[in-house]
T-cell receptor, first 114, second 115 residues
Framework: AQSVAQPEDQVNVAEGNPLTVKCTYS??????LFWYVQYPNRGLQFLLK??????LVKGSYGFEAEFNKSQTSFHLKKPSALVSDSALYFC????????????FGSGTRLQVQP | EPEVTQTPSHQVTQMGQEVILRCVPI?????FYWYRQILGQKVEFLVS????????KSEIFDDQFSVERPDGSNFTLKIRSTKLEDSAMYFC?????????????FGPGTRLTVL
């Protein structure tokens, strides 16, 4: 069965500093990996995905993520955090068997301090 | 930008009652999904729907649950006889058909409270 781990419940970072939100996964075969963000009273908003190709993928709002197959990780990064980045971030995985169900991590709350 | 919408935003019901949660997916999308998130827990997959039939479902999606696309725009989740443990945030999502790895677009959710 596939699974996703987000080891940090909360990440605190100062505005202007780089941020990293960690994600590791377990799946049979090659993964499709996704990051979503949730703002208060809003749905899950797609940020970026890794399907194949370059290990560094770029997404919305200046976010990027690095796929590392040997470490089964897909960490979310941003070079310079903004206060408005404060939100709940979810990593998700799908396998490549044709199933479309996403398996989510437990979420990481990012708090960016001014 | 097109969005998935859900109604109501909050539903309170008595245990044993039937509830219907409604979703309007993005108009040119053909795959539809329901997920739920019990407070403090992970977002969990319930069911996916394509071409007017269920294509996948999880073990959570038992006989108490059903889905329907009653017209060209709505997608509903019905819980026949609600239990206390059905209290959760329910998210609808949709995706298009151009690639099986395309992202799913989520609605804002319906918070279901079962008393």
């Amino acid at each position: 069965a596939q699974s996703v781990a987000q080891p940090e419940d909360q990440v605190n970072v100062a505005e202007g500093n780089p941020l990293t939100v960690k994600c590791t996964y377990s799946v049979s075969g090659n993964p499709y990996l996704f990051w979503y963000v949730q703002y208060p009273n809003r749905g899950l908003q797609f940020l970026l995905k890794y399907i194949t190709g370059d290990n560094l993928v770029k997404g919305s709002y200046g976010f990027e993520a690095e796929f590392n197959k040997s470490q089964t990780s897909f960490h979310l990064k941003k070079p310079s955090a903004l206060v408005s980045d404060s939100a709940l971030y979810f990593c998700a995985v799908r396998d490549t068997t044709g199933r479309r169900a996403l398996t989510f991590g437990s979420g990481t709350r990012l708090q960016v301090q001014p | 930008e097109p969005e998935v919408t859900q109604t109501p935003s909050h539903q309170v019901t008595q245990m044993g009652q039937e509830v219907i949660l409604r979703c309007v997916p993005i108009s040119n999308h053909l795959y539809f999904y329901w997920y739920r998130q019990i407070l403090g827990q992970k977002v969990e997959f319930l069911v996916s729907f394509y071409n007017n039939e269920i294509s996948e479902k999880s073990e959570i999606f038992d006989d108490q649950f059903s889905v329907e696309r009653p017209d060209g725009s709505n997608f509903t989740l019905k819980i026949r006889s609600t239990k206390l443990e059905d209290s959760a945030m329910y998210f609808c999502a949709s995706s298009d058909r151009t690639g099986r790895y395309n992202e799913q677009f989520f609605g804002p959710g319906t918070r279901l409270t079962v008393l």
